[in-house]
């Protein structure tokens, strides 16, 4: 099942443009969009195949961290998560 999962990352320092490009090019093959610029946070939309949302969340916080080192990005601690599948987002009609 598709999941999407949303994270951010909290920090202590201002993120640039070119940070945060790298980090979107970073995500985009797990259909993935960045956020950051100007902030002391970046955050990342991705989308996962998992059976469940623990599954899901497991699995995307590894890609989101592999793709803030890619990106150079500093190590910052995820102050959010949140997973919603592919069957969840029908039903509220964000899919329409």
Known sequence: MKWSVVLEAEGDRTL????????????APLNGIASGIGS???????VVHAADRAAAVQLATVE?????????????PIAEIDAISELEDDEVGYGE
């Open 16 to 27: 640039t443009l070119e940070e945060v490009v790298e980090f979107a090019d970073a995500v």
């Open 40 to 46: 002391t946070s970046y955050s990342a939309k991705l």
């Open 64 to 76: 989101f961290a592999r793709a803030a080192a890619r990106a150079g990005l500093p190590e910052c």
